[in-house]
């Protein structure tokens, strides 16, 4: 199964348009080095940026009133942060971290708004359907997270992950998955040894290493392949816009 980066190392949707609306946008991207814990956007203030990742992982939090703070969404190369200013708001409805250190390309607030949002057209019909996607994915990973055990759960989260990096290795800790998945950290300990002993994955201190790809994706539910679905529809063709993966 090919990876959602593709081995790329390039936003897929910086790669989706067509060579005409990429030369139009070029001269307003600037690459940028995304590091661990980054804050790209926070909820409640204006986003400054929009960020697309080429091999980073991004992880979208929203923060619970009792404090704990728990992902609802985590997007790679097929992604862009700054979402909200694509409906025209300037402030952040959440805050997205960068999760896995890479690199990719961005468009400061200003330019992006007048010369994608107000400009309409290709690029902006792009992102109005990730949007979509995102959003679509957002509500099957609450389905899933009120559904689905924490095994299952974690199976599918690391192969998200493992989707995005395209690498079988990469750093995470078990008490950073834990405040993605809103569990404590022997929760995710539990789970992930009992992976471990199905052959699916293996890990040390600071990283997880998937050695069953297979395995893996028997261990987690199916919100897992719907998912990606969600993810790749984003790239079909407008031709093809009225063709959705089915549950």
């Known amino acids: 199964?090919?990876?959602l980066n593709d081995g790329s190392r390039q936003s897929r949707l910086i790669e989706a348009l067509s060579p005409a609306e990429r030369a139009r946008v070029a001269p307003f991207l600037e690459p940028v080095e995304?590091?661990?814990k980054d804050v790209l956007d926070s909820e409640g203030r204006p986003t400054r940026y929009a960020t697309f990742p080429a091999n980073a992982v991004t992880s979208t939090l929203m923060e619970l009133p009792e404090g704990d703070t728990v992902e609802v969404?985590?997007?790679?190369?097929?992604?862009v942060v700054g979402l909200s200013m694509i409906y025209g708001q300037?402030?952040?409805?959440?805050?997205?971290?960068v999760q896995i250190a890479g690199h990719g390309m961005r468009i400061d607030a200003d330019t992006f708004v007048r010369e994608v949002v107000q400009h309409g057209g290709e690029m902006y019909r792009l992102l109005l359907r990730y949007a979509n996607m995102f959003g679509a994915m957002v509500a099957q990973g609450a389905a899933c997270n009120a559904s689905h055990g924490i095994e299952q759960r974690l199976a599918r989260w690391i192969l998200q992950v493992h989707d995005r990096v395209g690498a079988a290795e990469f750093p995470l800790t078990h008490e950073f998955i834990g405040l993605m998945l809103g569990v404590r950290r022997a929760t995710?300990?539990?789970?992930?040894?009992?992976?471990?002993?199905g052959g699916a994955i293996d890990y040390r201190t600071r990283s997880i290493r998937v050695t069953d790809r297979k395995a893996l994706e028997q261990a987690a539910c199916g919100c897992y392949a719907v998912m990606r679905a969600f993810a790749e529809n984003t790239f079909v063709d407008d031709s093809l816009a009225g063709t959705v993966a089915t549950r």
Request: hydrophobic share 50%; net charge positive.
């Open 1 to 3: 199964m090919a990876s």
């Open 34 to 36: 995304l590091n661990v």
């Open 73 to 79: 969404g985590l997007m790679g190369a097929e992604g």
């Open 90 to 97: 300037r402030i952040a409805s959440a805050t997205v971290i």
């Open 188 to 197: 995710v300990s539990e789970a992930a040894s009992r992976l471990r002993q």
